[in-house]
């Protein structure tokens, strides 16, 4: 697959049925992974994994493709409770390493195999341990390094690009980012989607509770709804703020957020993705610190270009660090 300049016209993306409808295309994007397999199996001599320790002693892991003649480094942060194994880390450590980048997939605090490594409880304000985690690979001036993000990785990649780590990027790119997480969750209409997100956060207070018996969560894992979990959690995981609106009001990435960008950032996303409303990009419209590519189609990190599987969001996203 190479680049073409014919994909800034990224309004006129239009895939087949049944690709142009939302929650299928969302869906089918993982079988990606299967198709990437043999791609992904031709870069393991270029792989390995570290575990990077922060100054607080949490640890993330850490999954790299390092080639000596690459002059590139491009940080890649999964979504929400996901690793770096999903279908869209894939796609993209395939098509950048072959375009001369350096891969390094960073797994956030309860994400993939990070799960087992800290006692501490994931939350929406860890973005600067993942920052703190990309300054200390940033150690050679000739190279460019670039930072992208999917989904809440988006999220986090926006608000990192605010930090001072974001001076030392050359560019930030969040694929369908959580913008108002609040609104979202209020808004989702899909019953697979809600079960789903529910399910993965289920998923690690079990282990946490099994692995480190002073937790107990068992009111938490009877409540109904995500925002019903998360008020839960509060006092005892963060208790500086005093409700849930608090806490969903410090992470949305609003005018005064992007206004405190220290690098150039592009955000790439669907006006059918069923996870994030467009709705909640409305303010980003004509926001001067960012660039904003709305593709009519697309789903949340679906993007299928073809029956080839193709991931059209990361043609973009190779268009705009090539910029």
Known sequence: MTSKHSYNFYKDFTPPFPFNRPNIATILSKLRIRL???DVEQLSKFYS???????NGIRLSVHKNVKADHKKTLFLIPGYL??????????SLVEFFQRGWNIIRINPVDHGDTLPLNKDMYHALQHDLV???????????????????FSFGGNYALRIGTLDVATKLKKIVA??????????????QSPIFKKYY?????????YKQ???????FDEVLQKETFTEMTASLMPAILPEFTNIKEYFDSYKITNAVTAKLKTAATLITAE????VPISTFKHLENDPHISLLVTKHGGHNGFIENYAFEDFSIKLAIEEFDA
């Open 36 to 38: 990437l397999r043999k």
């Open 49 to 55: 994994t570290e575990i990077f320790t922060c100054g």
């Open 82 to 91: 996901s690793h770096h194994e999903t279908s869209y880390m894939l796609s």
């Open 131 to 149: 920052a703190e985690c990309i300054n200390s690979y940033i150690k050679d001036d000739n190279q460019d390094y670039a930072l992208m993000g």
């Open 175 to 188: 694929i369908s980012p959580m913008i108002d997480h609040e609104y979202s969750i209020d808004r989702m």
């Open 198 to 206: 529910r399910e993965k956060w289920q998923k690690t207070f079990r």
């Open 210 to 216: 099994e692995n480190w018996p002073e937790y107990k």
């Open 272 to 275: 059918n993705d069923p996870v």
